[in-house]
């Protein structure tokens, strides 16, 4: 069953014009033409470019980002908690109040401490920014690179600027090496992406990351099978431009960087962090510390000082205070 659904799906008249087989795609007389089998090559390139990326992360990535001034801040580690841990990769990184009153119960400890726990933990899981930085400079890399190397491939080439031309003398058009290489090394990096994204950092759009990777590689499996070679290459030099720019974001956390430095120089200090990826904020602890300083004040403006205000003194009965007005002799 498989090898007939195999033969329907690779039937000439699907992929090719009327009157030709795939036959006449042969090799002969030193002319080569692609060859799905071609791209077998990819899989141990695949492990190779992995190793490639690794190095350059643990040393020109790190390099970068203490350069660019992306460090990370200093994170309270939280105790190891059996149950507490059970909880949190299990049911909720965020649990609900009575949830924390149950856990706080079983664990012997107070509501508050529980509370901290699981913010340290929340907070000690979040991705590194170092680790960000570097996975966005090893993508910006190979497609900065990429796209450089796929202009100098194409510009010479006349259906670079007559797209029309693509489709010239179609199917019977010879492979060129330099496309060869291009099209294996967009499989490599893209099948590198999808065998590390579970040890990436993890964002919003994980799966929609994972289809984008898998409809990436089968796009350009099949168009290098079929031959879509000029074609192919033309749109796939549009994607790498077009994810260069997208990738250089970071130039957006530099120039936020460089106002909090310029901000530190004139100020003596930074107040607060204006980079979107801030920490999660002690609330429970920010509220009550808030409390405390407001009823201070309100004591303290509700209390005159006998010094400063001389026609005022304070008398204390039964544990409350009493202003009692001072008249004047004549």
């Given amino acids: 069953m ?70 990370d801040k200093l994170r309270v580690k939280a105790a190891p908690n059996p149950i507490l841990e059970s909880f949190f990769w299990t049911e ?8 924390l009153s149950h856990l706080a119960h079983q664990c012997g400890l107070s509501l508050r401490k529980v509370q901290r726990w699981f913010r340290h933990k929340r907070k000690q899981e979040q991705p590194l920014l170092n680790k960000k930085f570097c996975e966005s400079s090893w993508r910006f890399l190979f497609y900065f690179f990429s796209s450089i190397g796929g202009f100098f491939v194409l510009y010479k080439e006349p259906w670079f600027w007559e797209p029309r031309l693509c489709w010239e003398k179609y199917p019977k058009q010879p492979l060129q090496p330099a496309l060869y290489w291009w099209f294996l090394l967009e499989i490599v990096f893209y099948l590198s992406l ?57 130039i957006f956390w530099f120039s936020l960087i460089s106002r909090m430095l310029f901000k530190f120089i004139l100020a003596r200090g930074v107040q607060n962090d204006i980079r979107s990826d801030v920490e999660e904020l002690d609330t429970s602890d920010d509220q009550s510390e808030k409390g405390k300083q407001k009823n201070e004040k309100f004591q303290t403006n509700d209390i005159p000082d006998a010094c400063t205000f001389p026609q005022a003194r304070g008398v204390r009965q039964s544990g409350s205070w009493r202003l009692a007005r001072h008249v004047p002799t004549t």
Avoid at 92 to 99: V, Y
Avoid at 225 to 245: K, P, T, W
């Fill in 2 to 71: 498989l090898a007939s659904l195999y033969n329907w799906f690779w039937k000439a008249e699907h992929w090719i014009p009327p009157g030709l087989s795939w036959t006449d795609l042969e090799d002969s007389d030193g002319i080569t033409y692609p060859h799905s089998k071609d791209l077998w090559m990819a899989l141990p390139l695949t492990v190779v470019l992995i190793l490639v990326r690794y190095l350059f992360e643990r040393t020109i990535g790190l390099s970068l980002s203490r350069a660019m001034g992306v460090c």
């Fill in 92 to 99: 909720s990184q965020n649990p609900k109040e009575d949830d």
């Fill in 194 to 250: 999808l065998l590390t994204m579970f040890s990436d950092v993890k964002r919003k759009d994980f799966k929609e990351q994972i289809i984008h990777h898998l409809v990436a590689i089968t796009l350009l499996y099949f168009s290098y099978s079929a031959n879509f070679l000029r074609i192919g290459a033309l749109v796939m030099l549009l994607h790498d431009v077009s994810d260069v720019l997208l990738e250089i974001l970071h």
